[in-house]
């Protein structure tokens, strides 16, 4: 089975612009989680979509984003970038009867200047 | 005070020797634990997963779970130049919480030929 796959992988936005990144998730997981990695923080929880629904959110602004589509692929917005968004933005999948044994993609490195 | 909690290290062992990984925890109705590795630059890798209490075994890697102490360990035996990794633990309430994950901020290990 192939892997989670995420676009871009790198990414150079500038403050006040907003991004749009993409997850495809293992075939057959319909439950897709987004998680925020920096130095500083490590990985945090950003949001969680299963069938379509967010079913979970984490501890993030609103202009933290997502949404997913009928066929599992999942996308994640962030809009009026800051200079703190700078990040590893990591997508991971899991199956429907574990939710909790995530799968994670290669990450979007995000910088934003 | 962070969720979980776990050394940063860095470890440094020689080829060979018995590695042990920690995480101490306080929220008690965590009852998924999860053990991933992280190499620079890449996406988590999920290498254990519990659920509740007990021991698991795959290979050379050893995962425990004691939630009375709220204390789970990952050892990994006969350990190679190859594990030189991040390895970060992770956990969830499963049950209104399925799907987020609550991470470690990651032990960095290096081991030496």
């Known amino acids: 089975k192939a892997g989670v796959t995420q676009t871009p992988r790198y990414l150079i936005k500038t403050r006040g612009q907003q991004v749009t990144l993409s997850c495809s998730p293992i075939?057959?997981?319909?439950?897709v989680s987004w998680y925020q990695q920096t130095p500083g923080q490590g990985l945090q929880f950003l949001f969680e979509?299963?069938?379509?629904?967010?079913?979970n959110k984490g501890n993030f602004p609103g202009r933290f984003s997502g949404r997913q589509f009928s066929n599992s692929r999942s996308e994640m917005n962030v809009s009026t970038l800051e200079l703190g968004d700078s990040a590893l933005y990591l997508c991971?999948?899991?199956?429907?009867?574990?939710?909790?044994?995530?799968?994670f993609g290669p990450g979007t490195r995000l910088l934003v200047l | 005070q962070k969720e979980v909690e776990q050394d940063p290290g860095p470890l440094s062992v020689p080829e060979g020797a018995i590695v042990s990984l920690n995480c101490t925890y306080s929220?008690?109705?965590?009852?998924?634990f999860m053990w991933y590795r992280q190499y620079s630059r890449k996406g988590p890798e999920l290498l254990m997963y519990?659920?509740?209490?007990g021991n698991k075994e795959d290979g050379r890697f050893t995962a425990q779970v004691d939630k009375s102490s709220k204390y789970i360990s990952l050892f990994i035996r006969d350990s190679q130049p190859s594990d030189s990794a991040t390895y970060l633990c992770?956990?969830?309430?499963?049950?209104?919480?399925?799907?987020?994950?609550?991470f470690g901020q990651g032990t960095t290990l290096q081991v030496k030929p």
């Open positions: 992770a956990m969830s309430a499963g049950s209104g919480n399925t799907g987020k994950l609550i």
């Open positions: 979509y299963f069938s379509e629904t967010q079913r």
């Open positions: 929220n008690s109705a965590f009852q998924y």
């Open positions: 075939s057959g997981h319909r439950s």
């Open positions: 519990t659920y509740s209490s």
């Open positions: 991971a999948s899991s199956p429907d009867t574990v939710r909790e044994t995530q799968y």
